[in-house]
């Protein structure tokens, strides 16, 4: 699977919106990128996927660059309760579905 | 609907005790099951995971050993816990033929 670079820390203004980039140049094309996040002391939380397209849920959007190096999670307007670590995972899906998950980006939302 | 469920929530053990960690989903049938280990504000390590009962892959070398008896059942245990087993544990699972794992509540254990 492909590595992943996440800056390990941001900050965001309630009620903007929040920008989290994620690195994946070596991403081949056959591999997905997800973005997962977690709150303190719960398990991760499941956000969005993706292969080339930009996607969007109820959640988030995902921003994926033409050449697929980098990918953008946003979450339009970040409250107090999206305070997490957020994992950008690259892999390629397969029936095992194994991930790894590196140190991720963590996001503080502040009043 | 689906749940994951662990237990125990917190657990604080000896070293050179044995460990058992259960791990047990419903709502869904043969799912892939998954073992991950969280230290402090790090990533997640994948430990074993599981494409159906009696089916075990290691990912890292350890003293840890995972077993799955039941179908919707996953057990991490040890024999004898060193110091260096602290951390959060987690389960997951997944429906075969689609990508997204769903995470239980995980047990943070102390190894003193």
């Known amino acids: 699977d492909a590595k992943t670079t996440q800056p390990p820390s941001m900050d965001c203004a309630e009620g903007r919106a929040a920008n989290l980039p994620c690195n994946h140049s070596?991403?081949?094309?056959?591999?997905?990128v997800y973005w997962y996040r977690q709150i303190h002391s719960q398990g991760p939380q499941y956000i969005i996927h993706?292969?080339?397209n930009n996607e969007t849920n109820e959640m988030a959007s995902l921003i994926i660059t033409e050449d697929r190096k980098s990918s953008t999670l946003i979450l339009p307007h970040a409250t107090l309760r999206d305070t997490a670590v957020y994992y950008c995972?690259?892999?390629?899906?397969?029936?095992?579905?194994?991930?790894?998950f590196g140190d991720g980006t963590t996001l503080t939302v502040k009043p | 609907s689906q749940t994951i469920h662990q237990w125990p929530a917190t657990l604080v053990q000896p070293v050179g005790s044995p460990l058992s960690l259960e791990c047990t989903v419903e709502?869904?049938?043969?799912?892939?099951l998954y073992w991950y280990r969280q230290a402090a504000g790090r990533g997640l390590q994948l430990l074993f995971y599981?494409?159906?009962?009696?089916?075990i892959s290691s990912e890292v070398p350890q003293n840890l050993s995972a077993s799955r008896p039941q179908d919707r059942q996953f057990i991490l245990s040890s024999k004898k816990l060193l110091l260096s087993d602290s951390g959060f544990y987690l389960c997951?699972?997944?429906?075969?033929?689609?990508?997204?794992?769903?995470f239980g509540p995980g047990t943070r254990l102390t190894v003193l």
């Open positions: 599981s494409v159906g009962i009696g089916q």
């Open positions: 070596t991403i081949s094309g056959n591999e997905y």
């Open positions: 709502g869904t049938s043969n799912p892939n």
């Open positions: 993706g292969l080339k």
């Open positions: 995972i690259v892999r390629v899906s397969t029936n095992a579905g194994k991930s790894t």
């Open positions: 997951a699972w997944r429906y075969k033929g689609t990508d997204t794992q769903y």
